[in-house]
Antibody
């Protein structure tokens, strides 16, 4: 059974940093691209970052480029999202997804507020 | 960025009815479209990929189709458990973009 379990969310002040983790199980992690997608409270979905299966290439939308970094540890079956210079508009539930989204984690809430 | 215009934003239907949700892409996305179902407090679940392929385990009352840059999700014989919000997503080009969502309510 494919499982994606995110951790690391919480309340953080504007301008500070936070790192999310996603532990994957039930599939061969290093065979798949992985992504993060977020959803602001009561709003739609926004893709945040993707990484190739080897970790050699990464992709971001303009809204987070230069502030967020996606990475992975294939030996530990773990995906990461380092979020720097956080803004109030980054407040959302962050989902780890396999590839383009055939499997999603349960999500982790990030609140950016003073 | 490719814009996905999803309609309607909400709809109400009765058990057993058939409903259709549509997404219009701002340019050709070559069938690179997925449909997701999201229930309150839960993560999205993939229903349809490549515009018309049914994800494993998804009931056959869900189907997807396309006509040019217009993509449709049809739900036949509505069941109570189909009450949810539905999203389309294009993954033809970066950034992947989502429609605004359709909230389906069962009468």
């Amino acid at each position: 059974e494919v499982q994606l379990v995110e951790t690391g969310g919480g309340l953080v002040q504007p301008g500070r940093s936070l790192k999310l983790s996603c532990v994957a199980s039930g599939f061969t992690f290093n065979n798949y691209w992985m992504s993060w997608t977020r959803q602001a409270p009561g709003k739609g979905l926004e893709w945040v970052a993707s990484i190739t299966n080897s970790g050699g290439s990464t992709y971001y939308p303009d809204s987070v480029k230069g502030r967020f970094t996606i990475s992975r540890d294939n030996a530990q079956n773990t995906l990461y999202l380092q979020m720097n210079s956080l803004r109030s508009e980054d407040t959302a539930t962050y989902y780890c997804t396999r590839g383009g989204g055939d499997y999603w984690g349960q999500g982790v809430m990030v609140t950016v507020s003073s | 960025d490719i814009q996905m215009t999803q309609s309607p934003a909400s709809l109400s239907a009765s058990l057993g009815e058939t409903v259709t949700i549509e997404c219009l892409a701002s340019e050709d996305i070559y069938s690179n479209l997925a449909w997701y179902q999201q229930k309150p407090g839960k993560s999205p679940q993939l229903l349809i990929y490549d515009a018309s392929s049914l994800q494993d385990g998804v009931p056959s009352r869900f189907s997807g189709s396309e006509s040019g840059t217009q993509y449709s999700l049809e739900i036949n014989s509505l069941q109570s458990e189909d009450a949810a919000t539905y999203f389309c997503q294009q993954h033809h080009d970066y950034p992947p973009t989502f429609g605004g969502g359709t909230k389906l309510e069962l009468k």
